[in-house]
């Protein structure tokens, strides 16, 4: 079994001088950790915030694709590109893990198809068109209140994503969003890194008629492990959140200057301080791949996981080297090994390929 997760935010992490040829003691995802953990290949989003002015996105964007592309050249006897499942079963047999390119909100492409494809020939196979913001392509999950669902533009980016074999990623969409693109879509669509609305009431999370329609249109979602979309006990404790609260203050402070000795110190102490918070495990992992099973069906269910984007990891799986501790759950629950095999990573690389399908140009 080799797992294939849909969504880590390590790019970010590069251009703050992480080494992900090293395992380092902090931080989720490196090079030796996935190894560990049974990787074969993972999703590296190219996150840029919605605060960002769409140059200063796309410039971000741009510096974190070149530093994926660094960190590969630099660790060949750990990992390689990525940009088909076929490349990826190629790179499995060699020993090596495989790197796809996605994109955490669709900002860098500006206002136009043309960076779109631009995009596209650099590696970038997904889009999740929106973060915590309305843009020019949608309204996402965190406002929702200038397009009441997908632009203009945006129904054009879908249909051009479709076109191009791009996967659209509706983690992060409004609900409106959400159903236009089910409605739009000539091709699945997907969701890179979301869990269940009935079982944790966040508006980031998918309503079993939304887990349903990914199913029917031949989709698939990645379970998501940040506690927050997992359970509605985190952070119910007041001490708790005050704790998180100064934690994404610290990590804000250490961002905006990843060079400062004194601020890594404060953000590697405060790492280790929040760990002492009530969070959410792998039971309740496997309580979201059980429910979004049970909905969308098995062949439409994966992980991804969202490492590196997360302030603070699920108990027990404070990185990607323990992974395989979800699956060890699934089977003690019962799941016939060639369904773990699907949620491992399987499913992922089947809607890639159908996808892939659906489009008028080759890659």
């Not at 379970?223 to 100064?246: G, H, Q, V, W």
Request: net charge negative; with cysteine; charged share 25%.
């Amino acid at each position: 079994m080799q797992v294939f997760d849909s969504h880590v935010d390590t790019p970010s992490q590069l251009i703050r001088l992480r080494n992900l040829g090293i395992d380092n003691r902090y931080g989720h995802v490196d090079f030796p950790k996935l190894r560990r953990g049974g990787v074969g290949g993972s999703f590296f989003a190219l996150y840029t915030p919605a605060e960002m002015t769409p140059d200063a996105a796309t410039r971000y964007a741009l510096e974190m694709i070149s530093a994926v592309y660094d960190a590969v050249d630099a660790n060949p006897d750990y990992a390689a590109l990525a940009f088909s499942p076929d490349e990826a079963e190629e790179n499995a047999k060699n020993g090596l893990i495989s790197v796809f390119i996605g994109m955490e909100n669709g900002a860098p492409i500006q206002q136009s198809l043309s960076m779109l494809r631009t995009f596209y020939r650099l590696g970038v196979s997904y889009v999740t068109l929106t973060h915590n913001g309305d843009n020019a392509i949608a309204d996402s999950a965190a406002e929702g209140k200038r397009w009441h669902g997908l632009s203009p533009f945006g129904k054009q980016v879908v249909a051009e994503m479709n076109a191009l074999g791009m996967m659209v990623d509706l983690s992060h969409a409004s609900d409106e969003t959400f159903w236009d693109c089910i409605r739009l879509s000539e091709a699945p669509v997907i969701a890179t890194h979301s869990c269940c609305r009935a079982l944790c009431n966040h508006r980031r999370n998918l309503t079993d008629e939304m887990l349903q329609a990914l199913g029917e249109k031949d989709g698939y979602v990645g379970i998501n492990f940040y506690p927050a979309f997992l359970s509605e006990r985190f952070l119910s404790d007041p001490a708790d959140a005050a704790l998180f609260d100064e934690g994404e203050r610290v990590e804000a402070a250490f961002i905006a200057n990843p060079a400062d000795p004194a601020r890594v110190k404060a953000w590697e102490e405060m790492q280790d301080r929040l760990e002492s918070l009530w969070r959410p495990g792998v039971r309740e992992i496997v309580d979201h791949v059980d429910h979004a099973v049970s909905i969308a069906g098995i062949d439409h269910v994966g992980i991804g996981s969202d490492f590196d984007g997360i302030l603070v990891p699920p108990a027990g799986l404070e990185n990607v080297s323990r992974i395989g501790l979800v699956f060890d759950e699934m089977r003690r629950r019962g799941y016939a090994e060639k369904d773990i095999d699907k949620v491992a990573g399987k499913n992922l690389l089947s809607v890639m390929r159908r996808i892939a399908d659906k489009a008028d140009i080759e890659r």
